[in-house]
Each structure stands twice: as C-alpha cells, then as structure tokens.
C-alpha cells in the first residue's frame, strides 16, 4: 500500500508596504543629526576663534582707564585692588570678577566697572564713610550705617568719637535689630548729619554708654561731660548747642565738669572746683 506524503508549501510573508521607507527616513534623520551636529562643532571653533581675535586684538587694548570716586584710596591703589593692567585688552577684562575684587577692599562700600568700546575701562567707587571708633577692647571702624567695615589701624582715621561701654553682640548684623545702647549711639552720631544740629560734632570726642544711665559725651572744650541719658536727643541737643552759647556771657564761669541734660525740663550746670595754689581742691560753698 502505497501512503503518499503531504507536502507543505513553503509559507511566504509578505514584507508590509512602507517598510523600505521607514529605513530611508532613519537614516535621513540620522544624516540630518550629524550634519546639525557637524555644524555646531564648526560655529563653536569659529565663536573660539573670533573670541580669541577680539580679546587679543591691538585695537581693543585699553589706553583709557578711568577711575573715579575715589578720595581716600589712590588710583594705582584700587587698580591694583581691581586686577586691570594698564593696555589689557578691555574684551578679556572679566567686569563681574573685577567688581568683586573691589568689593573686598574694606574701604570700598560700592563699585561699578564699565567699558567703553574701543579702548576704555571705567571703575566709579563708593568709598566708606567712618562715623566712629567702636571700642570694645580693640578698636573698630563703624561707617554711617551702624556696621562695622573694618578694625582700626594707626594710619586710618584719629579724629572721630570713640564708643566704650558697647559689646560686639549689640553692633548690627545686616537686616537684624540694634540693642537700645547702641541704637542710642547712631542716633547722636547721625543728629547733625540728619537734623541739622550745629557743632554738635566738635564736642564729641567719647560717647560713654552706661546702660541703665543712657549716653555721657565727653570731650568738649570746656565741658568735661554732658549726661543725655536716653530718648528725647534731638531736643537736648538742640538745647546743650543754646547753653554752650551763653556760657561766654558769664564771665566768673570757669571750666565746667558736668551738664546734666537727663531731664528736658531742668538743666544741671556743675562747675570744677577751683584749685588752691597749694594744689589742693576748694570746695565752694
């Protein structure tokens, strides 16, 4: 008996419709990439090129820099502070990084740096303002803003008031509150500045803080204290600038060691006691 085999047809996919162009937009995408990518390499090496031209060009170099604001510090003092060479090329000069640098500089509060195409570098400079002496042990350099901007040294400035009886803790943080000591303090430091009180300044030499008694100023010619006490400043100021006034009148009126100005409302004049010839103290009766 003869069995015949079954033969199977070999079985034939069809590829699908669109198959060959789903490569060819592949690869087109891919070729397009490249050539995005091909092109962004060579406007990088033309940007490095056409920076390296600027910044080493003859014609950009800096022939003109200016400095201004400057009144303590000497020109060659913050251009060395600043980091500009003279005929540096004014492209290469890093404007942020030079503001910086100034702005480390303890006696500058604020700088601005600028160019000026082709040649110029301009640097204007806010110099600090000292208002006192803080001395808490060592001695400090307090600006008109309450703050410490750096310690005192024998070259820097002689003829301001000294504070005592303060402690670093009471001096301003940036943002934060003042104790009422010191608050007291920039209050008569800043009277004859704001509130226009004359000669308030010349009998300043030492602002002494009790904190229960408020502010003693000492120094004036002939008055070796004031006592203010606390509030009410631009007031007593105003009246300690009449009393000294007519002082002069009274010609028996010697030296005078005390002006209680505590209370508004009283003043309590205290002259020295006299000094025998002998040397010895006379108590007036």
């Given at each position: 008996m003869v069995?015949?085999?079954?033969?199977?047809?070999?079985?034939?996919?069809r590829?699908?419709?669109?198959?060959?162009?789903?490569?060819r937009r592949?690869?087109?995408?891919?070729?397009?990439?490249?050539g995005?990518?091909?092109?962004?390499?060579?406007?990088?090496?033309?940007?490095?090129?056409?920076?390296?031209?600027?910044?080493?060009?003859?014609y950009?170099?800096?022939?003109?820099?200016?400095?201004?604001g400057?009144?303590?510090?000497?020109?060659?003092?913050?251009?060395?502070?600043?980091?500009?060479?003279?005929?540096?090329?004014?492209?290469?000069?890093n404007?942020?990084?030079?503001?910086?640098?100034l702005?480390?500089?303890?006696?500058?509060a604020d700088?601005?740096v600028s160019?000026e195409?082709?040649?110029?570098?301009?640097?204007?400079?806010l110099?600090?303002?000292?208002?006192?002496?803080?001395d808490?042990?060592?001695?400090?350099?307090?600006?008109?803003?309450?703050e410490?901007?750096?310690?005192?040294?024998p070259?820097?400035?002689e003829?301001l008031?000294?504070?005592?009886?303060?402690a670093?803790s009471?001096?301003?943080?940036s943002?934060?509150?003042?104790?009422?000591?010191?608050?007291?303090?920039?209050?008569?430091?800043?009277?004859?500045?704001?509130?226009?009180?004359?000669?308030?300044?010349?009998?300043?030499?030492?602002?002494?803080?009790?904190r229960?008694?408020?502010?003693t100023?000492?120094?004036?010619d002939?008055?070796?204290?004031i006592?203010?006490?606390?509030s009410?400043?631009?007031?007593?100021?105003?009246?300690?600038?009449?009393?000294?006034?007519?002082?002069?009148?009274?010609?028996d009126?010697?030296?005078?060691d005390?002006?209680?100005?505590?209370?508004?409302?009283?003043?309590?004049?205290?002259?020295?006691?006299?000094v025998?010839?002998?040397?010895?103290?006379?108590?007036e009766?």
């Amino acid at each position: 008996m003869v069995v015949k085999k079954h033969i199977r047809k070999n079985a034939y996919r069809r590829r699908p419709a669109g198959a060959g162009r789903d490569w060819r937009r592949l690869l087109g995408r891919a070729a397009a990439a490249a050539g995005v990518l091909i092109g962004l390499t060579l406007t990088s090496f033309l940007l490095v090129f056409a920076h390296d031209l600027l910044t080493q060009c003859d014609y950009f170099r800096g022939s003109r820099i200016v400095v201004q604001g400057n009144d303590r510090l000497g020109t060659e003092e913050v251009l060395t502070q600043s980091g500009v060479h003279p005929d540096a090329n004014i492209l290469a000069v890093n404007l942020s990084l030079v503001r910086r640098k100034l702005l480390a500089h303890p006696w500058i509060a604020d700088a601005q740096v600028s160019r000026e195409l082709p040649d110029g570098i301009f640097i204007r400079i806010l110099e600090q303002q000292p208002l006192a002496i803080l001395d808490v042990g060592h001695k400090f350099l307090l600006n008109a803003s309450g703050e410490i901007f750096k310690a005192w040294e024998p070259e820097d400035p002689e003829n301001l008031p000294v504070i005592t009886g303060l402690a670093l803790s009471d001096v301003s943080a940036s943002g934060a509150p003042r104790s009422l000591p010191f608050a007291a303090v920039m209050e008569i430091l800043q009277i004859e500045r704001d509130a226009g009180v004359p000669q308030l300044t010349t009998l300043v030499r030492q602002i002494r803080v009790d904190r229960e008694l408020g502010l003693t100023l000492t120094g004036a010619d002939r008055v070796q204290a004031i006592a203010l006490g606390y509030s009410e400043y631009l007031a007593k100021c105003r009246r300690l600038v009449r009393v000294l006034s007519e002082l002069p009148v009274a010609t028996d009126f010697g030296d005078i060691d005390m002006i209680d100005l505590k209370d508004l409302n009283r003043v309590v004049i205290r002259p020295l006691a006299p000094v025998t010839p002998e040397g010895s103290v006379k108590e007036e009766t």
